[in-house]
């Protein structure tokens, strides 16, 4: 995660904003801290990454470059240029959905493909195979756990929830559906037609949707171009954490 995932996803998210990758550890750390931090770090991340937005939207004022925070700050709404607080809101939106989300894809794929030859084999093989893998793998191992507060007092079947509850509208769970999914708990990566909502539905589709399935496609095609057949490393396992963003905390991958 740390040498490859990680790195790789940043890389592209400085590349969209048209900055060198000198800043990829501090930005790696601002939102470790954000996502998976305590109190004190998550609020410290927070106020540096607001800072980090605003310096970059000032700087392409008056610097206008072929980058995504030039287009921002040029864009109008019906007329209007965007605010400061919507320059930064979607500049904050584009760093934290954006990197640990697809990173933590990668890893799962990884991992996945590292426990299961044949599959890595398919896919070297057949390389144009690789964006329907990823969907399957995105099905199975749906990243973002989509948090809702409930706004009122509700009995759902049979579960009491009150105004105010947090619920968690698990995407893994509603992947596996037997009324949508032909052999749900089976990873087939030649599945066609995956109907699955690792990036939400209908109007709260995720916008980076586009952006990251080619994010994730592209990093497990050039992985498998340059690493030969690989593993997970013996005496090791993948280590995972929970939470809204469901990821990989580490991956030892080994080969000879």
């Not at 801290?33 to 008056?62: C, P, W, Y």
Request: charged fraction near 25%; aromatic fraction near 8%.
């Amino acid at each position: 995660m740390k040498d490859f995932a990680i790195p790789f996803t940043v890389d592209v998210y400085l590349g969209f904003m048209g900055l060198s990758n000198s800043r990829s550890d501090v930005l790696i750390r601002w939102v470790s801290d954000l996502l998976h931090g305590n109190g004190v770090k998550r609020t410290e991340a927070a106020q540096s990454i607001v800072n980090f937005i605003d310096e970059v939207a000032a700087m392409r004022r008056k610097q206008p470059a072929a980058d995504f925070m030039t287009f921002v700050v040029r864009a109008q709404v019906e007329g209007r240029s965007l605010t400061n607080e919507e320059v930064r809101g979607i500049g904050v939106l584009f760093l934290i959905a954006g990197l640990d989300t697809v990173a933590a894809a990668i890893g799962f794929d990884l991992a996945y493909l590292a426990r299961n030859p044949e599959d890595q084999e398919l896919l070297r093989r057949e390389p144009d195979r690789i964006a329907l893998a990823v969907e399957e793998l995105l099905s199975a191992y749906s990243t973002v756990q989509i948090i809702r507060v409930a706004t009122k007092d509700v009995d759902f079947e049979g579960v009491s929830i009150r105004k105010g509850d947090f619920v968690s509208c698990a995407t893994t769970i509603a992947n596996r559906d037997p009324t949508e999914f032909k052999c749900p708990d089976t990873i087939d990566l030649t599945r066609q037609g995956n109907g699955h909502i690792a990036f939400g539905y209908g109007p709260h589709l995720c916008l980076g949707a586009n952006l990251a399935r080619r994010e994730i496609a592209i990093g497990v095609h050039e992985w498998l171009a340059r690493i030969p057949t690989f593993r997970i490393k013996d005496d090791t396992a993948p280590i995972s954490h929970g939470g809204h963003v469901f990821g990989v905390q580490n991956l030892i991958l080994t080969w000879s």
